[in-house]
Structure formats: structure tokens, C-alpha cells
């Protein structure tokens, strides 16, 4: 691994990918590039520069373009900046049906942006997503690792209130 990449993945983030490369056979490390994905943009308030795929490819010594391609697939990954808190809404069928087109309005009202966008003061990012699997409680939003489910504007604002 260059010095250069080395410096950009800390030794929390390498520590943490070895525990999941760790997990797969020695010859199929890079069967970890999801987490160390994940690992590697946590520790950039959120978000994948080039830079950070690079270091993690050749970490797990795989082709970059490889890298790229499950960063730039998966909706959890992001290729630019993205608020403090990034709300992702689902909007599939089922939390259609149960009203996920009001939970979009409410938030996009209260927090001034539409979906795609972050606030002016870098606090909330809007984020549609596809199916985060929790049908039965819809209409939901994931912040960070938390599920919200069968929300209602007034939970929506008082799980935003608590937020920092």
C-alpha cells in the first residue's frame, strides 16, 4: 500500500476493516468492500472522496473500478458531501400506500430543501431511498443506523428536535 493511501484510511478505520476482512478467506478479502466502504466514509462525516475508494481498493488489493462500482450501486454510500444528519425517506410502494408523500412534504416544509438537497447550515440531508425493509411500520425514514417507523408529522418533528 502507497504512504499516501495509507495516511487517508486511520488506524481505527484499517483496525475495523481487518476485523471484517477477518471474516472471509485470505483470498477473497475483497469480499469486504461493503464494509470497508462503509467504514471509510464514517470516517469522513459521511460521504466517499475518490481518494478514500482508492485507499480502500488497494487495501483490500482490488482494482479500483471494482470499488467504484458497489460505492456508486448501493444508495448507502455517498459520492458527495451530505449533512450532519441524513434522513433517508423510503419511498416504495408500501410506504407510499401509507403515506410517505406526506412525510416528504413535512420534511421538505420544515426543513426547507427538497429531496437531494442539504440545508444551508450543513444539518440535514434529504435522501429518497428504495425499500429499507420495514413494510409492516410504514411510512418510516432511517437517520444514522435508527429506523423511525409509522411516522407522523408530529413524531417527525419531535425526532427532529432531538437531534443536535
Known amino acids: 500500500m502507497s504512504m499516501e493511501n495509507n495516511t487517508l484510511l486511520s488506524e481505527a478505520s484499517r483496525a475495523d476493516i481487518d476485523r471484517w476482512v477477518a471474516k472471509y478467506p485470505p483470498e477473497q478479502k ?9 467504514i471509510a466514509q464514517e470516517q469522513n462525516d459521511g460521504w466517499l472522496t475518490r481518494e478514500l475508494i482508492d485507499a480502500v481498493a488497494e487495501y483490500l488489493e482490488m482494482e479500483p473500478i471494482a ?7 448501493y ?3 455517498e459520492l458527495s458531501p451530505v449533512g450532519k444528519h441524513k434522513i433517508c425517506i423510503c419511498t416504495n410502494i408500501s410506504c407510499l400506500l401509507r403515506g410517505s408523500d406526506e412525510v416528504v ?3 421538505e416544509d420544515r426543513l426547507g430543501i427538497k429531496l437531494g438537497e442539504t440545508t444551508a ?4 440531508t434529504l435522501k429518497e431511498v428504495e425499500c429499507l425493509g420495514a413494510c409492516v411500520n410504514a411510512p418510516m425514514f432511517q437517520i444514522a443506523r435508527d429506523y423511525h417507523e ?12 432531538s437531534l443536535d
Open 30 to 38: 475483497q469480499s469486504a468492500v461493503m464494509a470497508a466502504l462503509r
Open 67 to 73: 470499488a467504484y462500482e458497489v460505492a456508486s450501486f
Open 75 to 77: 444508495s448507502m454510500y
Open 105 to 107: 412534504s413535512h420534511l
Open 121 to 124: 447550515d450543513g444539518r440535514f
Open 150 to 161: 409509522n411516522l407522523t408529522p408530529e413524531k417527525i418533528d419531535a425526532i427532529l428536535d
